[in-house]
């Protein structure tokens, strides 16, 4: 009962054996379900009314995307009859949003960094540590959405108040999982390093952090989501530009037809940095 | 039992050393316990390892020796007591001593060949700049003594690339010796190195450290449960044991006593009948019971 073809009683098989083909089509089967079963409400709803916004059919859902990539958000200027594909997709609504949404999220990625180091350094150094586990640890217990309104005193209601949301947001977490994992490197490991005339930054630095810096990869790829969920609730709330602030738009007109390709676009752009990271995480670190 | 008198003989005060690389006085460890009491692990140590010694520290489970070699490690303090390494105090972790843990004796994020090469390119580093020409030469010529290390440990070039986890326990123990053994550190610290290993791999790093102390003779402390190997590795034998029967229990010194170097083969002597005669008598010491049981109920020797 190990190979050969599926039978149901094998899903709650734990010994099975799948072959790479089954495993390949069995991972697309749940995507075709959810396709299927939209396509089929979007089909129910439209025989009911032909003018059914709610569930858009697939000719709505294509037209929203042409608008959404070849023509420019309604706040800017209409382009000129010759212009190329590329001059529309370049002054679309999506490219606008996407680079504005980009530009805060990779900004606020850069800005983790130290949050990771910090990490490092509490539990490397015992002062440092003693010094910030505490306060980390309360911090971390702070509704980071709660600190909005803060932010938007502080830092106005520009840029820097949505960046700093993500950062606050997610920075606790990354510092105290940093330092759970550099607490984790064996004891041997530092004391070894040690007898090999490492000084004190070459154990944090080229033993510890390198061989936890694929953990620390995976939390990143781990904390993506959070840290999306920040930037769209600064621009929900306030922004002029945005994925966000699209789909937020967009609610108001009803605009399923945008709003679908939106929320599809930004699954795909994050598993996309998912797939870098970790591709990029098998690559840097062959060992783990 | 010959032999062992000839040992009670040797267990009497040790000579003046020429040169004591390792000095223990009065080191005493103790923890906080439950209800602010202390745990005693070690009370009243007193210590003198000449250079050159190979010295086996034993005892059963819990009786300090990991602690001791902590202790000269410079991981742990004393909380009384005084240690010295080559003459100078032991205040922290540093290159004096090499040391090889039972494991995670490796640097996982590194190949076999990397890991060697880690202590030299540090102490290199402290006088050559990173991208200085003198350091990419200095890495090349260290490159082919790694090697010529790692050979000599039994490693096979092929598997000079492979990272630790890649290699078994016993190679991944042979490459962490030629790491300690690149640095060349007047010490040698081993923690029950050899524990984890089965017996045949342990039999064949048994015979290569002693090689290596015979051709090298750094002074190696040698931490170990087992008996057979600390006898047959060992030009001295200290054994720790727990008096539990006191106040306050603590673990001191029971036996002290130099160990006859053979010539012969170590497999050759650890069949020979004068060797069962010395673990029976060292661990006569080691477990005080009623009746030292040597041999299963078929009849054969445990040793």
Known sequence: ?288 | MVLAAKVEELAAPMEASVHTEISLQDVSVSYPAEKQQRKTVLSGVNLEIEAGEFVVLLGETGCGKSTLLRLILGQEFATEGKICVDGKSVTRIDARCGYVPQKYSLFPDRSALDNVMYGPLNAHRKFAGWFRPSRYRYRKQLRTEAKEYLTRMGLRPGDMKKYPHQLSGGMQQRVAIAQCLMMRPPVLLMDEAFSALDPSTRASLQQLVKQIWSDWRPTVVFVTHNTPEALLLGTRLILLTRHTDQETPHSNVALDMKLPVSDELLSARKQSKEFRELVEYVERFTCPGPELVTQSPHGQDFV
């Open chain 1, 1 to 288: 009962m190990a190979t050969g073809a599926l039978h149901p009683g094998r899903l709650i098989d734990v010994q099975a054996r799948p072959r790479q083909l089954s495993v390949q089509a069995l991972s697309w089967m749940l995507f075709i379900v959810c396709i299927g079963f939209y396509l089929h409400v979007s089909a129910t709803r439209h025989r009911e009314n032909s003018e059914d916004r709610v569930v858009p059919s697939g000719a709505q859902l294509l037209h929203g995307i042409k608008a959404s990539v070849l023509e420019p958000a309604e706040e800017d200027d209409a382009l000129e009859d010759g212009a190329s594909t590329w001059q529309r997709i370049h002054h679309s609504m999506l490219w606008k949003d996407t680079a504005s949404s980009s530009r805060r999220f990779f900004i606020s990625l850069a800005l983790l960094v130290p949050a990771i180091l910090l990490g490092l350094h509490m539990a490397v150094f015992p002062y440092i540590g003693a010094v910030c586990l505490r306060f980390v640890l309360f911090f971390d217990k702070i509704v980071a959405l709660s600190l909005l309104p803060i932010l938007f005193i502080v830092f106005g209601i520009d840029e820097w108040s949505k960046i700093m949301l993500m950062v606050i947001g997610v920075a606790p977490t990354l510092i105290l999982d940093t330092y759970q994992m550099a607490q984790a490197v064996p004891r041997e490991q530092v004391v070894k390093a040690f007898t090999l005339k490492s000084s004190n930054f070459d154990v944090a630095y080229r033993v510890v952090l390198k061989q936890i810096l694929p953990q620390v990869i995976n939390s990143v790829r781990l904390n993506l989501k959070p840290m999306v969920l920040f930037l769209f609730a600064g621009e929900m709330i306030a922004a002029t530009d945005g994925l966000a602030y699209r789909i937020a738009i967009m609610r108001r007109h009803m605009g399923m037809d945008i709003i679908i390709p939106y929320l599809l676009w930004v699954a795909i752009l994050l598993y996309g940095v998912d797939a870098l990271l970790r591709y990029a995480n098998r690559r840097l670190h062959p060992w783990f």
